[in-house]
């Protein structure tokens, strides 16, 4: 089992930023990927971005240029500055981890409980 936490949370203006942080731990070898994804209510829930174990990053289209991922291998943790947060960036923000342990093929995918973001204009 991996464990995430989630923290940062919160609300702020349009305009303004947050950090959101992940910190994973339990079987937390072999762990190919961690990042983020967002649901709004009525939506399905949606890459924001994610970094890979060789530092490869994705983000979404409408992130791009205000988000940024990171990530400490380390610690076992990621984040995601956000700035210049509009309030269509309104929504729960879920921590995601992707695990390989048996090699390609067989994917081991957790979620953290979800931190909401909110922004109001």
């Known amino acids: 089992q991996v464990q995430l936490v989630e923290s940062g949370g919160g609300l702020v203006q349009a305009g303004g930023s947050l950090r959101l942080s992940c910190a994973a731990s339990?079987?937390?070898?072999?762990?190919?990927?961690m990042g983020w994804h967002r649901r709004t209510p009525g939506k399905e829930r949606e890459l924001v971005a994610a970094?890979?174990?060789?530092?490869?990053?994705k983000y979404a289209d409408s992130v791009k240029g205000r988000f940024t991922i990171s990530r400490d291998n380390a610690k076992n943790t990621v984040s995601l500055q956000m700035n210049t947060l509009t309030p269509e960036d309104t929504a729960v923000y879920y921590c995601?981890?992707?695990?390989?342990?048996?090699?390609?093929?067989?994917?081991?995918?957790?979620w953290g409980q979800g931190t909401q973001v909110t922004v109001s204009s």
């Open positions: 970094i890979t174990n060789d530092g490869s990053t």
């Open positions: 995601n981890v992707k695990r390989f342990p048996h090699g390609p093929g067989i994917l081991y995918d957790y």
């Open positions: 339990g079987s937390i070898l072999n762990i190919n990927s």
